[in-house]
């Protein structure tokens, strides 16, 4: 069975510090995979938040460069964001995805086939 589990959620002061994980399981993490984090709050659609393609290069969203680090252990087929100032905004529900390919590496939440339940960031002002 092919699954992703995100870990490292929880609750934080504004200003803070989290890092969260994605554990691949099966066969998902290859050379060949995008892997990317997303965020979705209350209300609103899910948006992308960072990237890592095959050859590790690292795409950010606007709201979040600067301040937010991906990064990928494929030994250990880890994904991680490290999540630095973190603001009032910040605050969601982080997915981890997967896609298969070699073409293409994205923020868009479409591009995405592989899923995992997600992990809750509270952040508190």
């Known amino acids: 069975q092919v699954q992703l589990v995100e870990s490292g959620g929880g609750s934080v002061q504004a200003g803070g510090s989290l890092r969260l994980s994605c554990a691949a399981s099966?066969?998902?993490?290859?050379?060949?995979?995008?892997m990317g984090w997303f965020r979705q709050a209350p209300g609103k659609e899910r948006v992308g938040v960072a990237v890592i393609a095959p050859d590790g290069t690292t795409t950010y969203a606007d709201s979040v460069k600067g301040r937010f680090t991906i990064s990928q252990d494929k030994a250990k087929n880890t994904l991680y964001l490290q999540m630095n100032s973190l603001k009032s905004e910040d605050a969601a529900m982080y997915y981890c995805?997967?896609?298969?390919?070699?073409?293409?590496?994205?923020?868009?939440?479409?591009?995405?086939?592989?899923w995992g339940q997600g992990t809750q960031v509270t952040v508190s002002s």
């Open positions: 995805a997967a896609r298969i390919s070699i073409s293409w590496c994205g923020l868009t939440a479409a591009g995405f086939g592989y």
């Open positions: 099966g066969y998902t993490y290859s050379r060949y995979h995008c």
